[in-house]
């Protein structure tokens, strides 16, 4: 096959495949519209994210130090009341360190990096600020992130999704009638993926904001605002048909 062959052959095969995918417009009058609903919760549910880690010369050593601090992190969970299912640990992962800095030679090996991860899913702020304030002054513990959730999410996300349709309506019926139309029916609907803004506001109880003060007892328990709320939101796009 030429050259000339080859690139009409491959702008066929382009020529059908954006006509297979693209998607034709309605061939009736119509409006898009989006619709949006959000809401403000408290939450009762966090996941703790972290890793313990270790970095020694012996690699056993290393082994054995995550493996005490991880079944340390275990036990702490179990004692706050979370269940086997609420702990979740990853395989440890081993990295070997060599010095770099002779990159013509033989990189002698200056140590072994030991890490595993681990996942807890804590119900209740009390909970998670004792499990924080613990894992927080344990050895090798880094890389601690929390995310906040509700435990009834199903429930609330459906409610948003009726919300923003109505939201969706409403709106469609008064760009409609801007216009000196009106809607007839729904033609298509497509749910935008749930964002969930975990970007919360956080705050204090006005009794442990009385009781904060500058003379604090070093090694006194840190306190963790948990935020108030956090904010769910559901977006869905509408096309309406219309009557002109």
């Known amino acids: ?35 949006e609903a959000e809401i403000e919760v408290a939450p009762d549910t966090v996941t703790v994210n972290f890793q313990v880690m270790e970095f020694n010369k012996s690699a056993e ?36 360190r060599r010095n770099r800095e002779n990159m013509n030679g033989n990189m002698e ?6 890490t595993q991860r681990f996942t807890l899913e804590v119900d209740g702020l009390d909970t998670y600020e004792k499990l924080m304030n613990k894992l927080m002054r344990m050895d090798n513990t880094s ?28 709106r469609g019926n008064n760009l409609a009638a801007a216009l000196d139309a009106e809607i007839k029916s729904v033609y298509a609907i497509t749910e935008d993926a749930g964002f969930d803004n975990f970007m919360a506001r956080f705050g204090v109880s006005a009794e442990k904001f009385g009781a904060i003060s500058m003379a604090a007892d070093r090694g006194r328990s840190f306190d963790l605002f948990a935020p108030e709320t956090i904010t769910l939101s559901k977006r869905i796009n509408v096309i309406f048909k219309i009557n002109p």
């Not at 491959?10 to 998607?23: D, E, G, H, I, Y």
């Not at 090996?109 to 030991?114: A, L, N, R, S």
């Open 143 to 170: 890389g601690l992130n929390a995310s906040f959730d509700i435990s009834n999410r199903d429930e609330v996300m459906t409610s948003l999704v009726a919300k923003a349709g109505a939201d969706a309506r409403e």
């Open 1 to 35: 096959m030429t050259l000339l062959q080859k690139l009409l052959s491959a702008t066929a095969v382009l020529a059908v495949s954006v006509s297979t995918w693209a998607q034709p417009m309605p061939d009736f009058p119509f409006i898009t519209v989006t619709g």
């Open 61 to 96: 050593l290393a082994m054995n130090t995550v493996a005490e601090r991880g079944a340390e992190v275990v036990a702490l969970a179990k004692e706050n009341g979370l269940s086997h299912e609420q702990i979740e640990s990853y395989a440890i992962d081993k990295q070997v």
């Open 109 to 114: 090996i200056i140590g072994y990096e030991v």
